[in-house]
């Protein structure tokens, strides 16, 4: 005589809370599928397939069965888990974020360990609350205010000349970055690890430094860029607005500087549009 299994049965009352739980966007996933399996379970679907379709294991789907058979709805939710209560509360950790937040009067910032000590908790304790709420108090970063009176202006401007430039027009952002080490190299350097030093490719050479002129038209994404080996400013800015000059398809330039606007920006900018302007001399009329 075959074995026939026993039929899954659920309440009317609650199916319907089930189908809640699926539906929610606020609930857990763990809950959500708990609620899959029994609704799944009720319509007369096996627990192997039913493993294979929610690409759980089939003693999954058993414990959540006997579960709800036993305990119902309430034995769908998590149990405590074992082990030691959390010992610090929420007040408690409140204030360790709170007092992380202003600088001791002795030091910059607060080590782990001295924060422990002040507040009477272990290093542990407070490294784990700041991994929590992404607290850093070693690191540090710089900003810097504009005391251009003309600033508000000049964004304006530069702004303006990205999304709306003149017709005909060719928008460079040029920028210079001296004493770049030019390194010839195969593979990149294997850093200092313990018990080993660090290690690099039998032809590892070094060429001293170099100095990089670039020109981005912002309009292509195309980068125009030089290198010189002696860091010569007018010499090489000269240089390279000639080039930047004389491959350009169009006779007008526009000059976009680049984060600080020094002197050497605004001299390497002058000299593009002399260049530009010495290039749109020589073309053809119409060019």
Known sequence: MAYM?????VKESDRAKLEDWVRARTISKELALRAQIILA??????????????????????????????????????????GRPQRISEAKERAIVTATLR????????SAARLAKAVQVSS??????????????????TFKFSKDPEFDAKMADIVGLHLDPPERALVLSVDEKSQIQALNRTQPILPLRPGLPARMTHDYQRNGTTSLFAALDVASGKVHGRCYAHHTH???????????????????V????????????????????????????SSPAGA
């Open 41 to 82: 379970s009720a319509g007369g679907e096996g627990p192997r397939a039913l493993a294979r379709r929610l690409r759980v294991s089939p003693n999954t789907v058993c414990v959540w069965r006997g579960r709800y058979r036993h305990e119902g709805l309430a034995g769908l939710r998590s149990r405590p888990k074992p």
């Open 103 to 110: 600088p001791p009067k002795t030091t910059t910032h607060w």
């Open 124 to 141: 542990a304790s407070v490294h784990r609350i700041w991994q929590k709420h992404g607290l850093q108090p070693h690191r540090v970063e």
């Open 234 to 252: 007018e010499l090489d800015s000269t240089k390279f607005s000639g080039r930047v000059a004389a491959i350009c398809p169009r006779p007008l």
């Open 254 to 281: 526009g000059r976009v500087p680049p984060r600080g606007g020094g002197s050497r920006a605004r001299s390497l900018g002058r000299s593009i549009r002399r260049s530009a302007f010495a290039a749109s001399r």
């Open 5 to 9: 299994a026993a039929r899954f049965v």
